[in-house]
């Protein structure tokens, strides 16, 4: 088995071989979004680079299954800024693009703002050592994202419909030869919002989520990504997954996906 989610194609610069992590918990040769969502965040940070900058909010569009093939990865800066500057990231297999994200990335405030301690976000949750190890993902494939990160329930779990309190951590690089950055540990945590907090039966619902949206107010902190999480499904079929971020210095952002809603 790989030791990263994916491995840069020596022959191919921008191009990155899928290995059996990024594997989905339902099709053998589809990935899960979390790792995609990551490679994104992964090159967004790379595009013209700039000292004093942070990525704020990255928003993920997923255009269709993401399948385990080579992926080539493609990113620029659309709208160029002395304090605020727009980059466009694609991944795309030989027909066409599979998914695609926008970026927001900041200047930060030097010297940093004075602002009073009441405006600050506050907050923690019990901490990944306090948590319990959960019952197994409910997947029928035997390696994949399932296996390569480490999930701990605060409250619910994969088997309890319904909110939960769940710390994530991957256990290998999303690129080979690199350390994971904070927002690709994000990226990769947040897109697990509808599954842990899922309130409709597995087995006889989908809800598949066509995008992901990450707002990150400071940069994130550690391996280990917080999700305090709910779905909300409406019978109409249109549902939505919200996760409030933490890390163990306590919180950090927002994510949002947008489930397609019906039945298996």
Not at 13 to 18: D, V, W
Not at 77 to 98: D, F, H, K, M
Not at 112 to 127: A, I
Request: aromatic share 8%; with cysteine; hydrophobic share 35%.
């Amino acid at each position: 088995m790989s030791d990263a989610f994916y491995l840069p194609d020596p022959d191919q610069p921008g191009r990155f071989l899928s290995t059996e992590l990024t594997r989905g918990p339902w099709s053998p040769d589809a990935q899960h979004a979390g790792p995609p969502s990551a490679l994104l965040g992964h090159v967004i940070e790379r595009c013209e680079p700039r000292p004093g900058f942070q990525v704020g909010r990255v928003a993920v569009e997923i255009l269709g299954p993401v399948p385990l093939e080579p992926l080539t990865a493609e990113a620029r800066v659309v709208r160029p800024g002395r304090s605020v500057e727009l980059i466009e990231a694609t991944l795309s297999t030989e027909r066409g693009p599979v998914m695609r994200a926008n970026a927001w990335r900041f200047k930060l405030s030097e010297p940093e703002l004075s602002l009073p301690e009441r405006f600050l976000p506050t907050g923690t949750r019990p901490g990944p050592e306090h948590a319990d190890v959960p019952a197994p993902f409910p997947s029928t494939q035997p390696v994949g994202f399932h296996t390569a990160i480490e999930y701990r329930f605060v409250s619910g779990s994969f088997t309890e419909p319904g909110p939960a309190v769940c710390w994530i951590r991957i256990k290998y690089p999303i690129v080979a030869g690199t350390d994971p950055s904070p927002l690709e540990r994000t990226l990769a945590a947040a897109d697990s919002g509808n599954g842990v907090s899922a309130v409709m039966d597995w087995s006889k619902y989908l809800f598949i989520n066509t995008d992901l949206t990450v707002t990150l107010h400071r940069r994130p902190a550690g391996e280990w990504v917080c999700l305090d999480a709910v779905t909300y499904p409406q019978p109409h079929g249109i549902g939505m997954a919200e996760s409030a971020l933490y890390d163990e210095k306590g919180p950090l952002g927002r994510s949002t996906q947008t489930l397609f809603l019906g039945n298996r």
